[in-house]
């Protein structure tokens, strides 16, 4: 039935974009660490690589921008939910080009696609939590009030809740969504600060699965036909605390895919896609 | 005062008239009421008479719930409208109302006569009853204009009064037991009695015309002084619907704003400009509609989220209007036929969505195919589960502002109060989370809980428009509180029970009432016209009615547990497990500022002591703006907080019984005794069968006396399963000689919520104080602030203090 709010985690596609050679020295970060751009590009291949193969999703390759440095953080510049892609003004201002390619290919993917066109609005889709149920907007460096309002004002069916990111970079660097009401939390003071407020803002009931290292908690939940749930996760190269909380996950089908490069830029997993469901026409 | 109706009416309308506030003129003249009774007997108090009037205005809230239901009920019944089936409905209020109807018929019969002359007496009587509370009950600041208004008829109307009461007043002695449920008789009389209405041949009826649902007009004729819950009924009646608790009468205010229409209140005091247009709506829109019993009452709630869809007031988007609107198409047309092209004429004619478009007509028509085979019945359910999804489903938003004059929404819903800055969600408050709900002018005020780590309460505030929206803001808090969260509403304020504030309480039936009253309904499901049928002179709702009801409650029975919810609910609750928190109120946590707290006077019931020195405590101070105001328009994360109050301690009264107390006695500490006397009785009538074990103890110079009383046995749920602690309360108040710390605990039990009030008095005093007529006192007074709940369990623990002679 194509009902509101059915089948969270179906997805279709994914909407990916490669590693330009200004990543290393040009991207956006937080720390000071070097990255290895050929080592970042063979994890995102392998990315990638599940994506497609493993899982079976349609992937869309946007190609590289070298003067986009941050371009393969695809996450950021939209916010798909249903039929909708909200395409985001995100808040970095070298990372506003980021869009055009974005929604170019959301179109061709015959999605409603709404714009952001407020100048004091900004948004990034890290900072966006869908839960299956409701969006929390990270309000951040990056995300402003205005930015969540508007999209409130594109998903209409859903409660939009503002959650303040205190630390981190967006909201989703300390959290996401392991299953159908199962929030994946970090465990740091503001993490769990956060999750205590989404708790309080919200009329559903959501489990929790508190991970040891806040980046650890960043994770992609998908329900697929013949796999079920499936969870990509951290390897335990990076986080191996975190990792054996994942093992309990009985009911997942779990893939560890490594990341080591792109966190150094503030790329989680989620970052670096954005799924989408395409319904074949029923019948 | 029917006696008085003709002439009387005229110079109410007058008073009316020349009203502007709605409520101030609707307590003017019942106050005008009461003063005047109040005349006829206690000419000489002459001071207590203002009192009296202002205190009779809530005659009606010492009342115990089942006799305003009774007169709910009793109003109904000329209007053939309490079918059979109504009456196991009302098992909540069981108990109480076993007696209610017979000696309803009785009084009816004996007095029908007498009826509306004695009628004022009695309202008098009971005032005089409540005397020792009246004192208590704080004024308004309205009141004061009120009583100036009403001088003039005062004095026209005393002597007429004044005989009356005269002549009744012996036989109101005697009948007195009855005279409340006789005063329900006296509405009942104005519809049904010939003899009345030879009697007043003035008798005024009005025509009231109400908007229902899907667009049609009904109207019907009304006594001019009929209660709100008379033009509902009929036209629930008319739309043949038994689950009507989800629904009620609007009008609109001088200001053009829409209010609800108190079923409690007679029509003409509420409406203005006597503008007797109303419409049908839905007040409490169901979580879960598929837990409805009835497809009509289901169509009637499409019909309402149709609306409030096609408004704007619900928002979705693009594909939700469109999959709404399919369904609609399904319900009124059926499935789609290719050749059939009246649904391309429908769907243009109809409003689906506020910003509707070629675009989206094309979408529902696409979305109507896929129905294929689905009955309207279905198609109603299918449209309810998805529109009940939506996140703004069944809010009833509120314009307010923060302290900083910020534009907000308040959202009241099922769950709780929620808070919007535009479209952002930016607070939310659950029921639970809140202790208090008031309103002081324009001022709307919510107390809340303190959380785990948190030490104090904290009292949040909202700036409404102006004190009447405050108000309305406040009334539906109430309501919504009342029908989705509580068992049984909360019964209005007894006498011996110190009320403050207004004395407006929900008064219909809660959720879990009208749930348990619709299980009960046995009637083939009634077939009922669509719109369409309407419309156009196509109908599909001829024949397949009865497989579409079957289609429904399959879905009923088989897809939904409909104690999912309340599970949820009580998980929410696990936070505040095991919380003993002093709070300062009881279940009376809904309170309107509007009385003045200073006047707040001593009473009877000791219960009545600890809500008075509760009262006490200053009212909200007004905001330090710098400090809130910030927090509100930012985030839930830093605790919004007005004003903090110090968590006040229990008197830890189980650890060492009743010594806190006894330490302001009189008598002399002198050196303890060995005497200590346990008393163990097992039974309800304990009293007399006393098995007494005594016990030396060396040390202790004591007397101790455990006296158990046990009712027979409580309802087999009894301790079978442990439960969910919902709340728990714990009060304490100190009177002269009598201690009472009362512990209030909420427990859920497999889905049904148990309250059990366990009350801890500790009287104390000389010895010439005799104790079992204290304790008697207790009891009796534990019985009566508590009609509706039994007592199960009495236990005497008696610690004496002998003078050293008599060791």
């Known amino acids: ?283 | 005062m029917a006696t008085e109706a003709s002439s009387e009416t005229e110079v109410k309308e007058n008073t009316e008239e020349s009203s502007a506030q709605p409520d101030q003129s609707e307590k003017a003249t019942q106050e005008t009421q009461e003063v005047l009774n109040t005349e006829g007997e206690d000419k000489e108090k002459g001071k207590v008479k203002e009192k009296e009037g202002k205190e009779g205005k809530g005659i009606s809230r010492y009342l115990p719930t089942w006799l305003k239901k009774q007169k709910s009920l009793s109003q109904t019944s000329p209007t053939k409208e309490t079918p059979p089936t109504e009456e196991p409905t009302s098992k909540e209020t069981e108990g109480e109302e076993v007696s209610a109807p017979e000696v309803n018929g009785h009084a009816e019969e004996a007095e029908e006569k007498e009826e509306v002359k004695s009628e004022p007496v009695k309202e008098k009587e009971e005032e005089s009853n409540s005397n020792g509370s009246a004192d208590t009950e704080p004024a308004k600041e309205e009141k004061v204009e009120e009583s100036v208004q009403t001088t003039p008829e005062e004095k026209k109307e005393t002597t007429k009064e004044d005989q009356v009461a005269e002549e009744k007043k012996e036989q109101e002695q005697e009948t007195q037991a009855e005279a409340d449920v006789q005063e329900g008789d006296g509405q009942i009389s104005i519809f049904q009695s010939p003899l009345r209405l030879v009697r007043k041949p003035k008798m005024k009826v009005v025509v009231c015309r109400v908007t229902l649902l899907d667009g049609t007009n009904f109207s019907c004729e009304v006594e001019k002084r009929a209660k709100g819950q008379y033009l509902f009924f009929k036209v629930c009646e008319h739309l043949n619907l038994l689950e009507k608790d989800y629904f009620g009468l609007t009008y609109k205010d001088t200001h053009d704003e829409k209010c609800w229409l108190d079923p409690m209140k007679e029509i003409k005091r509420q409406i203005r400009s006597n503008n007797w247009q109303f419409s049908f709506n839905v007040k409490f829109y169901p979580p879960d509609p598929s837990l409805l019993t009835e497809d009509i009452t289901r169509y009637l709630l499409c019909l309402q989220l149709r609306d409030d869809v096609a408004s704007g007031r619900l928002p979705c988007s693009f594909v939700t209007h469109a999959l709404l609107g399919s369904y609609t198409l399904q319900a009124e047309f059926g499935d789609y036929e290719p050749d059939q092209p009246r649904p391309l004429d429908f769907i243009s004619q109809q409003t689906f969505a506020p910003n509707q478009n070629k675009e989206m007509e094309e979408k529902i028509l696409e979305l109507h195919k896929s129905h294929k085979g689905m009955t309207p019945a279905q198609a109603d359910i299918q449209f309810l589960e998805n529109a009940k999804k939506l996140s703004m489903y069944g809010v009833d938003l509120h314009r307010a502002k923060d302290s900083e004059g910020v534009d907000i929404m308040l959202g009241v819903c099922a769950n709780g109060l929620l808070v919007y800055k535009d479209r952002l969600r930016i607070n939310r408050f659950a029921w639970p989370k809140i202790l208090k709900i008031s309103y002081k002018r324009n001022n709307f005020y919510i107390k809340i809980r303190p959380g785990e780590t948190e030490q104090f309460e904290s009292t949040v505030g909202f700036k409404l428009q102006n004190h009447r929206s405050a108000k309305r803001l406040w009334k539906v808090c109430v309501e919504n509180h009342s029908f989705f969260r509580l068992n049984t509403p909360e019964p209005p304020t007894k006498a011996r029970f110190l009320t403050l504030g207004s004395k407006f309480r929900y008064s219909g039936r809660t959720q879990a009432q009208t749930r348990l009253a619709s299980s009960l309904i046995d009637r083939p499901a009634p077939s009922f016209e669509r719109t369409s049928s309407k419309r156009i002179s196509r109908s599909l709702d001829g024949a397949p009615v009865i497989s579409i009801t079957e289609a429904g409650r399959d879905t009923t029975e088989n897809g939904h547990d409909p104690h999912l919810e309340l599970q949820s609910d009580s998980k929410s609750q696990l936070r505040v497990h095991g919380d003993n928190i002093y709070v300062r109120h009881s279940n009376l946590m809904l309170e309107d500022h509007d009385k003045t707290q200073e006047e707040v006077l001593k009473h009877q019931a000791s219960i009545s002591q600890l809500k008075r020195s509760f009262m006490e405590a200053p009212p909200p101070s007004p905001p330090q703006p710098s400090q809130w105001e910030k927090r509100l328009t930012s985030s839930p994360a830093s605790t919004i907080r007005v004003q903090q109050q110090q968590v006040v301690c229990v008197p830890q009264t189980e650890a060492t019984p009743a010594d806190s107390a006894v330490s302001d006695t009189k008598e002399p500490e002198k050196l303890p005794v060995v005497k200590t006397e346990m008393v163990t009785i097992s039974d309800t009538f304990a009293a007399q069968k006393t098995e007494i074990a005594t016990k030396e103890v060396p040390i202790v110079h004591t007397e101790t006396k455990t006296i158990t009383y046990e009712a027979a046995q409580l309802d087999g749920s009894a301790d079978g399963e442990p439960g969910v602690l919902m709340t728990a309360q714990t009060i304490t108040s100190e009177s002269l000689c009598t201690t009472t710390t009362t512990h209030i605990t909420k427990t859920l039990k497999g889905g049904l919520s148990e309250t059990r009030i366990e009350k801890r008095i500790v009287i104390t005093g000389d010895c010439d104080i005799d104790h079992d007529q204290a304790l008697a006192q207790a009891i009796k007074e534990a019985k009566e602030q508590h009609p509706d709940m039994s007592v199960t369990r009495v236990v005497v623990h008696k610690e004496t203090e002998l003078a050293e002679e008599e060791d």
């Open chain 1, 1 to 283: 039935m194509a009902g509101l709010m059915a089948g969270f985690g179906h997805y279709t596609h994914a909407i990916v974009r490669g590693i330009p050679a200004s990543l290393a020295t040009e991207a956006l970060r937080t720390s000071q660490a070097e990255v290895d751009l050929d080592k970042a590009r063979g994890e995102h291949d392998a990315y990638v690589q599940v994506l497609r193969t493993r899982l079976g999703l349609e992937v869309v390759e946007l190609p590289a921008d070298e003067a986009l440095p941050d371009c393969v953080f695809v996450e950021d510049a939209a916010v798909v939910c249903g039929d909708t892609a909200l395409i985001t003004r995100p808040g970095a201002e070298s990372r506003r080009g980021e869009t055009e390619a974005m929604k170019e290919a959301l179109k061709d993917l015959k999605m409603n696609i709404v714009e952001i066109t407020d100048e004091n609005a900004t948004l990034d889709g890290g900072d966006v939590l869908f839960t299956g149920r409701e969006f929390f907007v990270g309000l951040s460096k990056r995300t402003n009030q205005r930015g969540a309002e508007i999209l409130a004002d594109a998903f209409k069916d859903y409660a939009v809740s503002t959650v303040p990111v205190l630390e981190g970079l967006h909201l989703k660097s300390f959290c996401s969504m392991g299953g159908p009401g199962l929030i994946v939390i970090g465990s740091s003071d503001h993490a769990q600060k956060a999750l205590k407020i989404m708790q309080q803002m919200s009329d559903h009931r959501y489990d929790k699965l508190t991970v040891p290292d806040d980046l650890a908690a960043n994770c992609i939940y998908m329900n697929l036909p013949n796999k079920g749930h499936v969870l990509l996760h951290c390897t335990t190269e990076e986080f191996p605390e975190s990792v054996k909380v994942f093992e309990k996950l009985k009911d997942h089908m779990l893939i560890p895919v490594s990341n080591l490069e792109k966190v150094k830029l503030d790329g989680a997993l989620t970052c670096c896609s954005v799924l989408i469901n395409k319904k074949k026409p029923d019948n």
